[in-house]
């Protein structure tokens, strides 16, 4: 990085919630850490249940597994540094740190646009054309679409981070964000960055057009297909199979997209701080409540797990 009679930076410091007052410090602090807490329990759950429930084998299960695992890891790339961050002599991050967490963030970011585009498949696949369920969403197939997805997103990420990591920074070492996040960190370079952002903005559009593109063709088709149904009991099933991940899917995209298909930086980056919290923080934990309260077969599989260990 060039950055003529001025020294390149070594690091950031993450100012997270410190311009808070204590009170509203010590209450995120202890909320993030009991969403952290309950998001890994949730997960894990998910996880446990589904790899020793043979009667959760099915690709639907599968990929909530990879979805829980998935969530596991995006939400320890950010919430154990935040915790950290909270005193002041920690709230610096090296630049090479920097990078590795926004790799791992992004990555994990893009994979979970994939994965729920994958879910919707699955489930229009199985309300669409039930008969043939099991030769098109084979175990088979069930895993090259859990590889696709997760290389799919590292491969982006790479790019994405390699390309706001060329740039010069020289300036300010202060990040007004709890993590690494690419438009906070873009808006630290010291040169003009508008055509970075608006090649950023086209590719975080090119990153979630091709999976948005694949939930709204298969929920058209639900749709089509649970309309044409005689069947008061069988339109009831299909709404409720689709239902969590709907809301999963409105609440994920609803705040990435607030936050990242835009050309300049908000204005207000106390908000931007709030709509990475929700997308984040909030929806991996939300996730495992989201798909076992409304699954029976989950909350079956619970209940023996519970009744096995004799916990009840």
């Given at each position: 990085m060039i950055c003529g009679n001025q020294s390149s930076l070594s690091g950031f410091t993450l100012l997270g919630f410190l311009d808070l007052n204590p009170y509203l410090?010590?209450?995120i602090f202890v909320l993030l850490l009991l969403v952290y807490l309950a998001t890994l329990i949730g997960n894990i759950i998910i996880i446990f249940l589904v790899s020793v429930d043979n009667s959760l084998q099915t690709p639907m299960y599968l990929f909530l597994r990879n979805l829980s695992?998935?969530?596991?890891?995006?939400?320890?790339?950010?919430?154990?540094k935040t915790l950290i961050s909270f005193r002041p002599s920690n709230s610096s991050i090296s630049f090479e740190a920097c990078a590795v967490q926004m790799f791992l963030f992004v990555s994990m970011g893009i994979t979970e646009c994939f994965f729920l585009a994958v879910m919707a498949y699955d489930r229009h696949i199985a309300i669409c054309k039930p008969l043939r369920y099991k030769v098109i969403i084979s175990?088979?197939?069930?895993?090259?679409?859990?590889?696709?997805?997760?290389?799919?997103?590292?491969?982006?990420?790479?790019?994405?981070?390699?390309?706001?990591?060329?740039l010069p920074y020289c300036g300010s070492n202060v990040i007004n964000h709890f993590f690494c996040d690419m438009p906070a960190v873009l808006s630290q370079a010291s040169?003009?960055?508008?055509?970075?952002?608006?090649?950023?903005?086209?590719?975080?559009?090119?990153?979630?057009?091709?999976?948005?593109?694949?939930?709204?063709?298969?929920?058209?088709?639900?749709?089509?297909?649970?309309?044409?149904?005689?069947?008061?009991?069988?339109?009831?099933?299909?709404?409720?199979?689709c239902g969590s991940h709907l809301f999963s899917v409105t609440l994920f995209y609803g705040s990435t997209t607030c936050m990242y298909l835009r050309l300049r930086p908000s204005v207000s980056q106390e908000r931007d701080k709030l709509l990475s919290l929700l997308y984040s923080v909030v929806t991996p934990m939300l996730n495992p409540l989201i798909y076992s309260l409304r699954n029976k077969d989950v909350k079956n599989s619970l209940k023996k797990l519970v009744r096995k260990y004799g916990f009840v």
């Open positions: 410090q010590n209450s695992f998935l969530e596991v890891c995006f939400i320890s790339t950010t919430v154990p175990q088979r197939v069930c895993f090259i679409l859990i590889i696709v997805s997760w290389m799919w997103g590292a491969f982006i990420s790479a790019g994405l981070t390699r390309f706001i990591f060329s040169s003009d960055t508008l055509m970075n952002e608006i090649t950023l903005f086209i590719a975080n559009i090119v990153a979630g057009i091709f999976p948005f593109t694949l939930i709204i063709f298969s929920y058209v088709n639900i749709l089509l297909t649970v309309l044409r149904m005689s069947s008061t009991a069988g339109r009831q099933r299909a709404f409720s199979t």
